[in-house]
């Protein structure tokens, strides 16, 4: 990204200067300056308000490393450091070690799973089936069955989380044998108190036992008829059986996956209530799940969101369609939307070429208007693609500046061997060096100045979503894009090349 500070236009100063308190959602076509205009607000935020976010904090979360390795070279350059950066995986802190099938990763992403957790968390409690009673030297103070009973289903009722309410029916039993104890001319200090606190634990164990989130999501996905109890009339018997594990495993010996992370926040957020920020900044917010926008949701609860996105840019499974349903999801539906259409990265001839691809998305987005009229657009057909990427790449170095060879996934091996052996040195996205080979599926959020995009018909058929994806790749030039493609184009491309 280049030092926008010096030409921000006055419709993204708009957004970046923003009240604190105001939440805003701002849809912007490919290089309107979106995530120039979120780091610009996070500068701008903890300059304007600086002791009170020092304190609540401010949270941006982008798509993935390589956009952080690119952002957080920028963000010092407008002057601020406290901000904390990570990606939505990272932030959930839980080792990956799996990958989920399409179906699963699916059902585990939706909106209903919060249901399911939450009756699972909270069919723990039962019912108190006899009275407490705490021996005190001579005495022996009660607690009858009824109040105790009184006491769960009140601390159910009101509590905010399934830890607190545990804490909350001891801290009530603990209350009454005080009075009861006070009454009798007892002195209750703070030792008295621990030791009815510990004598009371073990029947709040039997009714309100404390679990760990990984335990309780571990015996969901082992166990069947606990799953069939949790998700019955939320989820299908197939949706069920798509997220089930065919072994049990104990929390200890699970191998999560990042789907599993979301619901492990979740269930994590059930027991006890987490960390929270001030201001919370999202990138790419069109690709998040509804789950992933609860844990957002969750840590911006008392504060307010800037959502940066492009629906035309959604490739997850569960991209959003509209941005008035994602904001429900965030938290934030009173958020003010804002379109952004200036583009300042990509030239005329790619943007022309880049919005034909937009009616078939079916997204509503305005389609973006190029702020520039210089920049070169080549699209050819060639006999073999390595040879023909080690050629435009030569050629690219004999321009200024960046370039990066876009790919489908599955050939970025092939093409970085090819540019090895012909002595140019190529690295990986979140590299340091000139020329970058970048998987399709990393390519969100980068740009470079030349862009060799390889096989548009393999990065669509890639996977669900490809022709998002090649939407995305089309629009990283600054200001050189070469397509080579051996076979046909895709055909709202087609016309276009030689
Ligand atoms: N007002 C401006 N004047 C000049 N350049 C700008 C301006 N706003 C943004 N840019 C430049 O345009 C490019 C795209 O900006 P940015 O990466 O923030 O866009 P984006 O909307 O996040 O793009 P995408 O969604 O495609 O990733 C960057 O090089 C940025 O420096």
Not at 119 to 132: D, S
Not at 419 to 433: E, F, S
Not at 437 to 445: E, I, M, N, Q
Request: hydrophobic fraction near 45%; proline fraction near 5%; include cysteine.
């Amino acid at each position: 990204m280049r030092d926008i500070v010096a030409t921000i236009q006055p419709e993204q100063d708009e957004v970046v200067r923003t009240e604190l308190d105001v939440s805003v959602c701002v849809q912007g076509a490919p290089g309107t300056g979106k995530t120039a205009v979120g780091l610009h607000r996070a500068a701008y935020l903890l300059y304007a308000h600086r002791s009170r976010l020092q304190r609540t904090g401010v949270l941006v979360l982008g798509p993935n490393k390589a956009f952080l390795h690119y952002i957080s070279a920028v963000l010092p350059t407008l002057g601020e450091v406290d901000v904390e950066q990570t990606t939505i995986e990272q932030l959930l802190t839980v080792e990956i070690r799996a990958v989920d099938e399409p179906d699963a990763a699916i059902v585990k992403h939706d909106a209903r799973m919060a249901d399911v957790l939450r009756n699972l968390v909270y069919a723990r409690i039962g019912r108190p089936e006899q009275a407490i009673v705490a021996p005190d030297e001579s005495y022996r103070w009660r607690v009858n069955q009824h109040e105790f009973e009184d006491m769960v289903a009140e601390a159910r009722a009101d509590a905010t989380a399934y830890l607190i309410g545990r804490e909350r029916v001891i801290a009530r039993i603990v209350a009454a044998l005080q009075r009861q104890a006070e009454a009798r001319g007892q002195n209750c200090n703070a030792v008295w108190l621990r030791r009815m606190a510990r004598a009371a634990t073990p029947a709040v164990d039997a009714v309100w036992p404390k679990v760990k989130a990984d335990e309780v999501l571990a015996e969901l996905l082992s166990d069947r008829h606990r799953l069939a109890e949790a998700a019955d009339g939320i989820l299908s018997p197939q949706e069920q059986e798509a997220i089930a594990w065919p072994r049990p495993r104990k929390a200890k010996s699970a191998r999560w996956t990042a789907a599993d992370a979301v619901l492990l926040d979740e269930v994590a957020a059930l027991l006890e209530r987490g960390q929270t920020y001030g201001h919370v900044i999202v990138d790419e917010a069109q690709d998040l799940s509804p789950m992933q926008c609860r844990a957002i949701a969750r840590r911006s609860e008392h504060g307010s969101i800037t959502v940066l996105g492009d629906l035309a840019q959604g490739t997850t499974p569960w991209a959003a369609q509209t941005w008035t349903e994602q904001l429900h999801q965030l938290g934030k539906p009173e958020a003010d939307q804002i379109a952004l259409t200036t583009g300042y990265r990509v030239p005329a001839a790619v943007v022309e070429l880049a919005n034909r691809l937009l009616k078939p998305l079916r997204v509503s987005v305005p389609p973006t208007i190029s702020f520039r009229s210089d920049g070169e657009l080549s699209i050819t057909r060639v006999d073999d693609l390595a040879v023909a990427c080690v050629d435009a790449v030569g050629a690219a170095l004999t321009q200024e500046g960046s370039i990066g060879v876009i790919a489908a996934d599955d050939q970025i091996a092939v093409l970085a061997d090819a540019l090895k052996a012909a002595g140019i040195p190529a690295v990986p996205p979140d590299g340091d060096g000139r020329v970058a080979v970048v998987p399709a599926s990393l390519a969100k959020g980068l740009e470079y100045d030349h862009v060799i995009a390889i096989e548009p018909a393999d990065i669509v058929e890639a996977g669900p979503r490809g022709l998002n994806r090649l939407y995305v790749i089309l629009t990283r030039a600054v200001s050189r894009l070469d397509v080579l493609h051996t076979r046909d184009l895709p055909s709202q491309l087609e016309g276009t090349g030689t």
